[in-house]
């Protein structure tokens, strides 16, 4: 019945968990689709008109707007197309002797037409009326056969002569017409105007251009001359008309009515529906992600709901600027988002986020592929170069490579457009620059306001506080000086051991640090501090009044961290570094004193408040803290004493239960015990026993000094 019941609950926590991720998931794709239907929803269609439909209204231009028209800049295009002549070739003697030889060939076959006496002379008219290259109708067939041998055989070499004469000009096809017209001034004139017509007759069919048009050079030239025209702007001033009523909506005016938003877009069913579709995906996306790496990435729920707000906040900011300008989606710094979450949190955060905000922000825009491709590229390589930010140089170099990365993608994708002219590369390599620069100071900016609300520590933090001239750490080296070296002892060990379990090592040492400054508000109570020459303070006190001594140098820390307002992330490492221990020594002498009965004893009495470590970066200070203050009382001859006292602190604080609320592993333990003892024996390591100074010894000096009075 029992295991019914836990079945029942299970089944129940299960239900709840899927009907809260699935609401979740609703509220998610319910935000991504409204962002991405927001220019539609802010820009709405005013006027019911398509193109090449006669307007039923009057529209006016309703705000001033310069945008560069395609439709203008197509017909400077055409323009200049058309302006463009044929290239032609030089004139090409080949054609020429072509053509000699077909009029030699032709006359041939008239020679024999006439020197055939079996065939009558119709038969010799139809003869010649077949020929090819040449249209010989019956009057000039009659004058081919009776006129005499000697004369035909003037009118043939003076034919050839012609011929040649006309083919050797350069004849374009334009120019052909032009070319046959002056045929009759180059026949000889002392030839009787029979023969010469004769002669014009058979040359003329033969004179063809002999200078051809090169299609290859007059597209070049077309396409330099089509390359040579820029994006052509149209202007249009608040209150100027764009079309009237009753006159047909042409491309121009389309164009700028698409500008303006005043009518209904094209494939806006289609626009919906890739919309839900991205909806859907995303937020599967995001519920996948927080659900299964939740606990690896993000510190709490509080983490993912300001990382989901602040991207809901950058995404509708994107969609309600961006759309409908040219140069504005290339100067909005979404880089500032990924940069900051990424140094703040983890580089996957940082990616998932950025990738999702370039894919929702630029979707359905103009140059919706390059805008994509130039918000997610730059912003991984930024994220990879800065890191955790551990410097606002590096914030400044990361906005440097960003720009870089920019620029490349514009030239990229621009170079291969032919209506982008020099001047509009340059704005927005421009605006690339700006986008870069202002991305990396935002994300410094974000980086703090995340860094509040949530109390998370950020790296600039961490080196700012941990610089010796702080004023805590110099009140420690003044008032409580040996706590200060133990501090700096114990950052050192932690550190070294947070770097080999992969555990953060710059808020280990910063924590190390601090960890023991209320000591300073009561130095003399603790052994670092008091002069060995001298009555320990506690030698006068009853136990119980010792150790409340002692245990509040917790509380005493968490106020002067309060005080200098030290980020509530090193407030942890104050509370946590001794758990819930006890102060054994007093805690013994009370039970002495009780005649060795515990019972008489309160354990409370004795407790440190707590609580225990709940990270492996406070567990590293307790396992460091005690390591190094049993290292330096029992100052350890050997390596194996060294390791010993190691494995006896881990021990013990893993049976008094300290480390249960850690995610510590075996391989983290065994690791950070080794780097302990490393670090211990390069600081306690044998050293050369000097001779002890005599009084009565003479000192080199004055050994020199007799020397050199010896010598003189």
């Given at each position: 019945m029992t295991e019914i019941k836990l079945t029942t609950r299970k089944i129940i926590r299960s239900n709840k968990r899927f009907v809260i991720y699935l609401l979740w998931g609703i509220i998610i794709a319910a935000l991504i689709f409204g962002a991405l239907l927001l220019p539609i929803i802010l820009h709405p269609a005013s006027y019911a008109i398509n193109q090449g439909e006669v307007s039923p209204y009057d529209i006016q231009a309703p705000s001033d707007i310069v945008y560069f028209s395609d439709e203008l800049t197509q017909r400077a295009k055409d323009v200049a197309e058309n302006s463009i002549s044929n290239v032609y070739l030089p004139a090409d003697p080949g054609i020429t002797r072509r053509q000699i030889e077909r009029l030699r060939l032709s006359v041939a076959y008239i020679n024999s037409v006439r020197a055939d006496t079996y065939a009558s002379q119709d038969q010799k008219i139809a003869d010649l009326s077949h020929m090819v290259d040449v249209s010989i109708n019956a009057d000039m067939a009659l004058k081919i056969l009776n006129i005499s041998d000697t004369r035909w055989e003037t009118v043939n070499l003076e034919a050839m002569n012609v011929l040649e004469q006309v083919m050797r000009t350069t004849i374009r096809t334009d120019r052909l017409n032009d070319a046959r017209r002056n045929i009759s001034t180059l026949i000889d004139l002392s030839l009787p105007e029979s023969q010469a017509t004769l002669v014009s007759e058979l040359v003329t069919?033969?004179?063809?251009?002999?200078?051809?048009?090169?299609?290859?050079?007059?597209?070049?030239?077309?396409?330099q001359a089509v390359e040579d025209v820029i994006q052509v702007e149209k202007v249009y001033v608040a209150g100027e008309t764009i079309i009237q009523r009753g006159q047909i909506v042409s491309p121009l005016v389309w164009e700028a009515l698409q500008q303006f938003g005043l009518v209904k877009r094209q494939q806006e069913t289609q626009f919906i529906f890739g919309s839900v579709i991205f909806s859907l995906f995303i937020s599967a996306l995001f519920l996948y992600y927080i659900r299964f790496r939740r606990a690896n990435q993000f510190q709490n729920y509080r983490s993912i709901a300001l990382v989901l707000i602040t991207f809901f906040i950058i995404l509708y900011s994107m969609r309600m600027v961006i759309p409908d300008h040219t140069v504005l989606p290339y100067l909005f710094p979404v880089a500032a988002f990924g940069l900051a979450i990424s140094s703040l949190f983890v580089l996957e955060i940082g990616i998932v986020f950025s990738l999702a905000l370039a894919v929702l922000g630029a979707f359905g825009l103009e140059q919706s592929l390059s805008l994509t491709i130039y918000y997610s590229l730059p912003v991984i390589i930024g994220m990879l170069v800065l890191g955790k930010g551990r410097r606002i140089s590096t914030f400044l170099w990361t906005g440097v490579l960003i720009s870089l990365a920019g620029s490349a993608i514009i030239l990229g994708y621009r170079f291969t457009e032919m209506n982008t002219d020099l001047i509009g590369i340059l704005t927005l390599l421009g605006a690339s620059f700006f986008y870069g620069i202002a991305s990396a100071i935002a994300a410094m900016v974000l980086q703090y306001i995340f860094a509040q609300i949530l109390g998370v520590t950020t790296t600039l933090q961490l080196l700012e506080i941990s610089r010796p001239d702080h004023p805590l750490l110099q009140h420690m080296l003044v008032n409580a000086p040996g706590t200060y070296q133990h501090s700096l002892q114990v950052a050192n060990l932690a550190e070294q051991a947070a770097r080999a379990i992969g555990a953060d090592a710059l808020l280990v040492r910063v924590g190390a640090l601090f960890h023991d400054a209320g000591k300073s508000m009561n130095p003399l109570f603790f052994i670092e501090n008091q002069v060995?020459?001298?009555?320990?303070?506690?030698?006068?006190?009853?136990?119980?009044?010792?150790?409340?001594?002692?245990?509040?140098?917790?509380?005493?820390?968490?106020?002067?961290?309060?005080?200098?307002?030290?980020?509530?992330?090193?407030?942890?490492?104050?509370?946590?570094?001794?758990?819930?221990?006890?102060?054994?020594?007093?805690?013994?002498?009370?039970?002495?004193?009780?005649?060795?009965?515990?019972?008489?004893?309160?354990?409370?009495?004795?407790?440190?408040?707590?609580?225990?470590?709940?990270?492996?970066?406070?567990?590293?200070?307790?396992?460091?803290?005690?390591?190094?203050?049993?290292?330096?009382?029992?100052?350890?001859?050997?390596?194996?004493?060294?390791?010993?006292?190691?494995?006896?602190?881990?021990?013990?604080?893993?049976?008094?239960?300290?480390?249960?609320?850690?995610?510590?592993?075996?391989?983290?333990?065994?690791l950070a015990m080794e780097s302990f003892a490393s670090t211990l024996k390069n600081t306690y390591h044998p050293r050369i026993e000097y001779p002890k100074m005599q009084p009565e010894a003479k000192t080199i000096k004055q050994i020199r000094h007799a020397k050199d009075n010896k010598s003189d």
């Open positions: 069919p033969f004179v063809v251009p002999n200078s051809l048009v090169s299609s290859e050079q007059t597209e070049l030239a077309i396409e060995r020459s001298e009555i320990n303070t506690h030698d006068e006190l009853d136990p119980i009044s010792s150790s409340k001594i002692i245990v509040e140098h917790v509380n005493d820390g968490i106020v002067l961290a309060k005080k200098h307002r030290l980020p509530n992330r090193i407030h942890d490492f104050v509370l946590e570094h001794h758990g819930t221990l006890v102060t054994r020594y007093q805690y013994m002498k009370a039970v002495q004193a009780a005649g060795n009965d515990p019972s008489k004893v309160d354990l409370a009495d004795f407790q440190y408040p707590g609580p225990k470590p709940r990270s492996r970066e406070t567990a590293l200070i307790m396992l460091a803290d005690g390591c190094e203050a049993r290292a330096r009382a029992e100052m350890p001859k050997s390596e194996d004493d060294l390791k010993s006292i190691v494995r006896k602190v881990f021990e013990f604080c893993q049976t008094e239960g300290q480390l249960d609320n850690t995610t510590f592993t075996l391989r983290d333990l065994h």
